[in-house]
């Protein structure tokens, strides 16, 4: 049965693909990934773990798998 998940909650098997939260003043920078190409998933904290978590996102993984490409 489908259920439509609030938009901020991590992306998962059924629903893969990229969220990056924004830090404040009181938190931190946040990201999740999980891989509809290929199951991997990851977590980061922080500008710099978030930054790098969507480079490698996005170089590795969600639509790099498209063309050909694994
Ligand atoms: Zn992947």
């Given at each position: 049965?489908?259920?439509?998940?609030?938009?901020?909650?991590?992306?998962?098997?059924?629903?893969?693909?990229?969220?990056?939260?924004g830090?404040?003043?009181?938190?931190?920078?946040?990201?999740?990934?999980?891989c509809?190409?290929?199951?991997?998933?990851?977590?980061?904290?922080?500008?710099?773990?978030?930054?790098a978590?969507?480079?490698?996102?996005?170089?590795?993984h969600?639509?790099?798998?498209?063309?050909?490409?694994?």
């Amino acid at each position: 049965m489908f259920r439509k998940l609030p938009s901020n909650l991590a992306p998962t098997e059924e629903c893969p693909g990229l969220r990056v939260r924004g830090g404040t003043q009181y938190t931190r920078s946040q990201g999740d990934y999980v891989c509809g190409g290929c199951g991997a998933k990851d977590h980061a904290n922080g500008d710099n773990d978030v930054k790098a978590l969507v480079e490698d996102y996005t170089g590795n993984h969600g639509p790099a798998h498209r063309g050909g490409r694994r």
